[in-house]
């Protein structure tokens, strides 16, 4: 297994388009878990599911962002009308489901600059 | 809510110096606690944890004990390497599989 997978690695957008950005977690941990990471602050938490289910959101993610899990496998985290303020490291993690504060493996993010 | 202080950085020792990175938190009920590490270019990884009181968590010559009375999870080397030139993030899951918590990090410099 080669760990949990971000892509693409970076992206450079114009301020108002739509971007896409897509997780693939490690094969058989079903918990997957979005971030945001801006300089000099700690991973936010954006979004969670547990398989397909999408159980939580946090008020950081507003109505411009969306993410989906269809079969339960990858994820897709996009971002509608960019703004600068979208600029950020994205980050995935993804947990096993066995037992309760299991490790979460993080990918290496998806860096998004909004010009 | 839940939250995370961890002291400010940047930190620079020297190699074989004696680290510490202060870590406190506020949470509800009996949170699990975590260290993470993020190497330059690299994703963040687990480097210790602790799920209850007086639980000391290591690897790799880092320690950090989950103490309850003061909430504070501070970690600890003896004797740092320029290997361990990283950021440093503390965290916080206050039950099962939720969503961590992350302090602010704390970026640290060992030099030769």
């Known amino acids: 297994d080669t760990g949990v997978s971000q892509d693409p690695r970076h992206k450079i957008t114009k301020r108002g388009q739509n971007v896409t950005f897509r997780c693939d977690p490690i094969?058989?941990?079903?918990?997957l878990y979005w971030y945001r990471q801006t300089l000099g602050q700690g991973p936010e938490f954006l979004t969670y599911?547990?398989?397909?289910?999408?159980?939580?959101k946090s008020r950081l993610l507003s109505d411009r962002f969306s993410a989906e899990r269809p079969k339960g496998s990858f994820s897709t985290l996009e971002i509608q009308r960019t703004e600068q303020g979208d600029s950020a490291m994205y980050l995935c993690?993804?947990?096993?489901?066995?037992?309760?504060?299991?490790?979460?493996?993080f990918g290496q993010g998806t860096r998004l600059t909004v010009v | 809510g839940n939250s995370v202080t961890q002291m400010e950085g940047p930190v620079t020792l020297s190699e074989e110096a004696f680290l510490t990175i202060n870590c406190t938190y506020t949470?509800?009920?009996?949170?699990?606690l975590f260290w993470y590490v993020q190497y330059p270019g690299e994703g963040l990884q687990l480097l210790l944890k602790?799920?209850?009181?007086?639980d000391k968590g290591s690897n790799k010559g880092f320690e950090a004990t989950y103490r309850k009375e003061t909430t504070s999870f501070h970690l600890e080397k003896g004797s740092v390497q320029v290997s361990d030139s990283a950021v440093y993030f503390c965290?916080?899951?206050?039950?099962?599989?939720?969503?961590?918590?992350f302090g602010k990090g704390t970026r640290l410099s060992v030099i030769a």
């Open positions: 993690a993804s947990r096993t489901k066995q037992g309760p504060n299991t490790e979460a493996f």
């Open positions: 094969s058989e941990h079903n918990r």
């Open positions: 599911f547990q398989n397909e289910a999408q159980l939580e």
């Open positions: 949470a509800t009920g009996y949170p699990s």
């Open positions: 602790a799920t209850k009181a007086d």
């Open positions: 965290a916080l899951s206050d039950r099962g599989n939720t969503p961590l918590v």
